[in-house]
């Protein structure tokens, strides 16, 4: 069973930056496809970024576009999201999830994914 372990979250002032790993145990994620969520308090799950296990191809939601960036790591087990001028507004619990997806240049942003982590707590604020 694929289990998938967020870290990287915490309290950071408007305008910086933090990293989001998003790491499996005993499993390579290479041929899976990785979404990144988050879910703020009274709101619904928010799809916002995602990567396709073939030719790494990435889609962004436009709340996050030129501001988060979704990678792979070198250690194969891993995949990162980067965000950089955080906003208040991008306090929630940031979640990522995986769908075996071996050869396929698509992903996908709705919570579709058969596997989840318990997420990680990113606050935003002065």
């Known amino acids: 069973q694929l289990q998938l372990v967020e870290s990287g979250g915490g309290l950071i002032q408007p305008g910086g930056s933090l990293r989001l790993s998003c790491a499996a145990s005993?499993?390579?994620?290479?041929?899976?496809?990785i979404g990144w969520f988050r879910q703020a308090p009274g709101k619904e799950r928010e799809g916002l970024s995602c990567?396709?296990?073939?030719?790494?191809?990435?889609l962004y939601a436009d709340s996050v576009k030129g501001r988060f960036t979704i990678s792979r790591g070198d250690a194969k087990n891993t995949v990162y999201l980067q965000m950089d001028s955080l906003k208040p507004e991008d306090t929630a619990v940031y979640y990522c999830?995986?769908?075996?997806?071996?050869?396929?240049?698509?992903?996908?942003?709705?919570?579709?994914?058969?596997?989840w982590g318990q997420g990680t707590q990113v606050t935003v604020s002065s």
């Open positions: 999830a995986a769908n075996w997806s071996p050869y396929s240049r698509l992903c996908t942003m709705l919570p579709d994914y058969h596997h």
């Open positions: 005993r499993f390579v994620l290479n041929d899976y496809a």
């Open positions: 990567i396709s296990s073939l030719a790494g191809n990435t």
